[in-house]
């Protein structure tokens, strides 16, 4: 007999109406109720409920922001923002996102922090209330990273560089930001949406391009399911447009269509950490505090547009340049042309065993500590009792969105409640019986480790 712990909560969201858009003190052993968690280290949060009647410029929906921080992490080097999409579906579905372990990863192996930004938008809200930054919700987003570093004890964190992840309306609030910070940028990932579209058409107010803009690498990443979208304001037809655009510029910008997906986030991942990876290896400055650095373009890769042809060095390659597709590095080129081929990116080696197994025979439960696998991320985790397996957690991996993950995947590429503890019950341990436990981790694309 075998059962599997895992953490469940029953969700209740309060948005207080109070008259003016401060930040809500909550700290270390409160609950979000978005979330049901402890904000304990290494989670912070900060609280801006809506205004009964804002001002003019104010945010006029409310929003909460949690950051996650590395343990033992001395210095934060920047900043990755997790930005879900527009309507009360995906603002529910986001509370999790600063708890995403393959995210997490990412940041950690660039001493970086994870913030996922939830906002408390109803269904009968216009997304422009805080897609548009200029709304208010760039104001308050910079305000949340200074209270988050005094709350987290990094007063670095209110300065350090971002790296922008943006879905839908995401990327609409991403390419705004770009305008208006350009210098805190470090890379920018398009899941789906831009601004561009909307402007060009006059459907928006048309922002300055500062030249500092366009020294950010850029990924843009529609579905090719929105193909039929209405152009330019279509996720397909915008970011196409914005690519040309900017590429014409010089902008080392990417054009990355998912052959399988929609306006879904899918597998992006895959694509969008690596990316990231690499942006931030070539940006973040050496001393923190000191500005970004400049990418040296002709060290990229390029490729042709919407093509599958292999990329090359930038040196060697022979087509048009102001229409080619730039990379940051020879790794992200041959998971780019992984994902534009099918959908998928491919992974020739096993997750890292996990550490730390402990036994607590009162309750049977067996706990352990895991990596996780960078190129893949984790599906599940078989348990072995005397070199027998026992059990497997989750017993059936799946996810509707892309791979199977054992955080499960949400619409907007965020883990579904209940989040799951790195724990299993045997109830052979509460005998008092000595066993040998291991436990084996697997990664999406079934490799174990060794």
């Given at each position: 007999m075998k059962s599997i712990t895992i953490l469940t909560s029953i969700v209740v969201i309060i948005f207080p109406l109070v008259p003016s858009v401060n930040a809500q003190e909550r700290g270390p052993g409160l609950e979000l109720p978005s979330v049901g968690f402890p904000v304990a280290p290494p989670y912070y949060a900060v609280?801006?409920?809506?205004?009964?009647?804002?001002k003019e410029?104010?945010?006029?929906?409310?929003?909460?922001?949690?950051?996650?921080?590395?343990?033992?992490?001395k210095k934060v080097r920047g900043i990755i923002v997790h930005q879900h999409g527009c309507g009360d579906g995906s603002c529910k579905g986001s509370v999790t996102a600063a708890h995403d372990l393959h995210w997490q990863e990412l940041a950690r192996k660039n001493d970086c922090a994870l913030l996922g930004p939830s906002f408390h938008q109803l269904k009968k809200q216009n997304c422009r209330l805080w897609c548009d930054p200029r709304n208010g919700s760039a104001e308050v987003f910079v305000d949340s990273l200074e209270k988050l570093a005094k709350k987290s004890g990094h007063p670095e964190v209110a300065t350090a560089p971002w790296c922008l992840w943006g879905h839908s309306g995401g990327g609409f609030w991403s390419s705004l930001m770009q305008m208006a910070y350009p210098?805190?940028?470090?890379?920018?990932?398009?899941?789906?949406?831009?601004?561009?579209g909307y402007w060009e058409a006059g459907q928006t107010d048309v922002p300055e391009i500062p030249a500092a803009a366009m020294k950010i690498p850029m990924m843009a990443n529609p579905g090719e399911k929105e193909r039929e979208g209405k152009p330019p304001t279509g996720a397909w037809g915008g970011s196409l447009a914005m690519f040309k655009a900017?590429?014409?510029?010089?902008?080392?910008?990417?054009?990355?269509?998912?052959?399988?997906?929609?306006?879904?986030?899918?597998?992006?991942r895959y694509l969008a950490i690596p990316f990231f990876d690499a942006c931030l290896k070539l940006r973040l400055p050496d001393e923190v505090g000191n500005p970004l650095k400049d990418l040296d373009m002709s060290k990229g890769w390029q490729a042709p547009l919407q093509s599958e042809e292999a990329?090359?060095?930038?040196?060697?390659?022979?087509?048009?340049?102001?229409?080619?597709v730039w990379l940051?590095?020879?790794?992200?080129?041959?998971?780019?042309?992984?994902?534009?081929?099918?959908?998928a990116v491919d992974d020739a080696t096993p997750p890292p065993?996990?550490?730390?197994?402990?036994?607590?025979?009162?309750?049977g439960t067996i706990s352990w500590k895991a990596e996780i696998d960078f190129e893949s991320g984790l599906q599940a985790f078989i348990i072995e009792r005397d070199g027998k397996k026992i059990g497997q957690l989750p017993e059936k991996a799946n996810n509707r969105f892309g791979r199977p993950l054992y955080q499960g995947m949400s619409y907007g590429d965020t883990p579904v409640l209940p989040l799951k503890k790195f724990e299993f019950v045997d109830e052979e341990a509460q005998k008092g019986a000595d066993h040998q436990y291991r436990v084996i981790a697997v990664n999406t694309l079934g490799l174990k480790s060794e």
């Open positions: 609280e801006y409920p809506a205004p009964v009647k804002a410029g104010q945010l006029e929906i409310g929003v909460t922001y949690t950051l996650w921080i590395p343990g033992g992490l210098e805190r940028i470090a890379a920018i990932w398009f899941q789906s949406g831009t601004a561009f900017y590429r014409a510029k010089g902008a080392p910008i990417a054009f990355a269509p998912d052959p399988a997906s929609g306006h879904e986030t899918r597998d992006s990329p090359l060095p930038v040196a060697d390659y022979k087509g048009e340049m102001a229409t080619a940051p590095s020879e790794r992200v080129a041959r998971v780019w042309l992984d994902f534009v081929k099918t959908g065993a996990p550490t730390g197994i402990k036994v607590d025979k009162s309750s």
